[in-house]
């Protein structure tokens, strides 16, 4: 599946190594732009991709928020690191890998304190495993003011 490059990158998120400082995940401008309500993704035996913060039926968030993924491989495969792909759902979609590069690991995402502007915003996570199978989580995140 082609990805939108969007172009935009957060050199500071980068110089932060993973601390635990703030780093922007979603602007505001990008969160007015029209949601992508288009799904059409099948079974696969691929990596699970499974969202552990915020929880799903969690609710309403405040940013910056906790994002925790978890990678889990089968069959002696390995995740791909570099092959973690993060997109916000919108008209044209936003590429939000570089923003969350430095908190990509082989067994998950772990970004301390995203921040998120308020509003309902759809985040699809892609990542391949070492055989090349693809797995991906679709989720909402739902930010209060």
């Given amino acids: 599946m082609a990805f939108a490059r969007s172009g ?3 050199g500071a998120l980068l ?3 993973g601390t635990a400082a703030a ?3 979603i602007t505001a ?4 732009l029209p949601s992508d309500t288009t799904t059409g993704r099948g079974v696969s035996r691929g990596p699970h991709v499974t ?3 915020p929880p799903p039926m969690g609710g309403l968030v405040r940013s910056p928020l906790n994002l925790r ?3 889990e491989a089968f069959g ?3 995740i791909d690191v570099d092959s973690v792909v993060i997109t916000y759902k919108k008209i044209p979609p936003i590429d939000l890998t570089q923003r969350a590069a430095a908190f990509i690991k ?5 970004m301390p304190a995203a921040e998120v502007p308020p509003g309902a915003h759809r985040i699809e996570v892609e990542v391949k495993d070492s055989d090349g199978r693809i797995g991906w989580v679709d989720f909402m995140l739902n930010v209060g003011k």
Avoid: H, K
């Avoid at 401008?29 to 007015?32: D, F, P, Q």
């Avoid at 082989?106 to 772990?110: E, L, M, V």
């Fill in 106 to 110: 082989s067994d998950g995402i772990d």
């Fill in 76 to 78: 002696g495969a390995r």
């Fill in 23 to 25: 780093a922007t995940l």
């Fill in 8 to 10: 935009l990158t957060l």
């Fill in 51 to 53: 969202v552990v913060s």
């Fill in 69 to 71: 993924l978890r990678f």
């Fill in 29 to 32: 401008s990008e969160a007015a």
């Fill in 15 to 17: 110089l932060l190594g």
